[in-house]
């Protein structure tokens, strides 16, 4: 079946380096989250949009996080200028509903971005 | 406020035994609590959910107890088997919210 998937699996950048990273979320679903997971944490939240409406971005650590969504589907995460501290799994989750985090939400694989 | 406390960071059990893992949190807004499983090199997936309106809530093997008013609810896994050998974690949101917050998560490990 088709699941949210990411790309790339893995990412090694140098410091400084700009990166971004694909979401392909599960086909119809409104909902669209970004989460930061640190070597043994748990998921951490960046950003939320509805469709293609971002509307909290709260947890992105710094102006060097942009996220979108342009046509309501597949999402980027990109990062500028790296930093060591950017290293992470970045995970993206769809869920079928608006409204927010109480829908059911699937995750994707995510991404592992190790910064040297 | 925004926490959510998850205890113990690990845990070791023999098949069809049952790891029990707690979590606490501050938010009394917060009104949805899942429970995710996460294994190696895949993101979490929902497990089971509980409101607070309800202090108990099973889906097979897997059981949910909430207490409201020491704002902490647990996992209950019976009969565990080594499949359910994976990290789990506890979150917390609201209601129109968008933002889920997680535990730091259980690393279970069920002998065979």
């Known amino acids: 079946g088709a699941g949210v998937s990411q790309s790339p699996r893995y990412k090694v950048a140098k410091r400084g380096q700009d990166v971004a990273l694909r979401c392909d979320p599960i086909?119809?679903?409104?909902?669209l989250f970004w989460y930061q997971q640190a070597l043994g944490q748990g998921p951490e939240f960046l950003t939320y949009f509805q469709n293609e409406a971002q509307l909290d971005k709260s947890g992105l650590p710094s102006d060097r996080f942009f996220a979108e969504r342009p046509e309501g589907s597949v999402s980027t995460l990109k990062i500028q200028r790296t930093q060591q501290e950017d290293s992470a799994v970045y995970l993206c989750a769809s869920s079928i509903l608006a409204g927010g985090s109480t829908d059911t939400q699937y995750f994707g694989p995510g991404t592992r971005l190790t910064v040297l | 406020q925004q926490q959510v406390k998850q205890s113990p960071q690990s845990l070791i059990v023999q098949k069809g035994g049952i790891p029990i893992i707690n979590c606490a949190y501050e938010n009394t807004a917060f009104d949805y609590f899942p429970w995710y499983q996460q294994f190696p090199g895949k993101g979490p997936a929902l497990l089971i959910a509980?409101?607070?309106?309800?202090s108990e809530k099973k889906e097979g093997r897997f059981t949910i107890s909430f207490n409201k008013s020491a704002k902490q609810f647990s996992l209950h896994i019976m009969d565990s088997q080594p499949g359910d050998s994976a990290t789990y974690f506890c979150a917390a949101t609201h209601t129109g919210g968008f933002k889920t917050i997680f535990g730091a998560g259980t690393r279970l490990f069920v002998k065979a």
């Open positions: 086909s119809g679903h409104v909902s």
């Open positions: 509980i409101r607070p309106d309800v």
